[in-house]
């Protein structure tokens, strides 16, 4: 630090962090809101217009009973992940490296591999969450087969219209169905704009190159595993 350059982090530009709830009586997005401590349920059809995604770490860790996050990355051939969770006020370390030098460790625990999905939420049914905002959507298992499925690219966007219920052996889960839109000029510039402002923050972290957060609480991991489907880990 120093008095003239005092030192600062760039925060990222995600307003809201949408997760799926995929158990039998699930089939939409939550969001925590950490001030009135209540989940956000944001009821499906919803549109959006995808700007970048990042490769993250999530699932649960049963014996613990806490929920695995990490750091984001690009390239995890060539990027680290730092695995940790979160519990009794502290942050505690799980793995750390390269995604193939790690994962069968982290997978025997319970993580997952989890593409983080960044886009423009362009039409909201919440009075919490307006259209416009940029947002997460960290996506798991089943809900990441299905995004990788779609296959979207730079410029285009996307819309999740619905969801359809699934059974693997005695658990049933509902899977969300996602398709690809057309949006509008207007809609369009605003998520220029937000793309802007998220890539300028991934130039900016990886300048700074700061430690993982250690600013976590309770809310940031599942008080209890949901009976979500996992697919096989994604060979990145």
């Not at 940790?84 to 793995?95: C, E, L, M, S, T």
């Not at 299905?146 to 693997?168: A, H, M, N, Y």
């Not at 658990?171 to 802007?196: C, V």
Request: hydrophobic share 30%.
């Amino acid at each position: 630090m120093s008095r003239t350059r005092p030192e600062t982090h760039t925060s990222n530009p995600a307003e809201y962090k949408l997760e799926w709830v995929g158990h039998e009586e699930g089939g939409y997005f939550k969001v925590w809101d950490r001030e009135a401590k209540k989940e956000i349920k944001m009821e499906l059809p919803l549109r959006f217009a995808y700007l970048d995604d990042m490769k993250a770490i999530a699932g649960f860790y049963e014996s613990v009973g806490r929920g695995f996050f990490s750091n984001e990355v690009r390239y995890t051939k060539h990027e680290p992940f730092d695995v940790r969770y979160y519990k009794d006020g502290n942050v505690h370390p799980v793995a750390k490296g390269l995604y193939n030098d790690i994962k069968g460790d982290i997978g025997n625990k319970g993580a997952k591999f989890c593409n983080v999905v960044y886009a423009t939420l362009l039409n909201s049914n919440s009075e919490d969450i307006p259209g416009g905002s940029l947002v997460k959507l960290p996506l798991v298992g089943a809900c990441n087969s299905e995004w990788i499925d779609l296959g979207v690219k730079d410029g285009e966007s996307f819309e999740i219209t619905g969801f359809e219920d699934r059974k693997k052996g005695r658990t049933s889960y509902r899977a969300p169905l996602f398709s690809k839109i057309e949006i509008t000029d207007e809609e369009g510039a605003i998520a220029d704009e937000q793309d802007e402002a998220l890539q300028a923050f991934f130039t900016a972290s990886k300048k700074e190159e700061a430690p993982l957060s250690t600013n976590y609480t309770d809310s940031d991991a599942p008080a209890e595993p949901e009976p979500e489907i996992y697919e096989d880990e994604v060979p990145f």
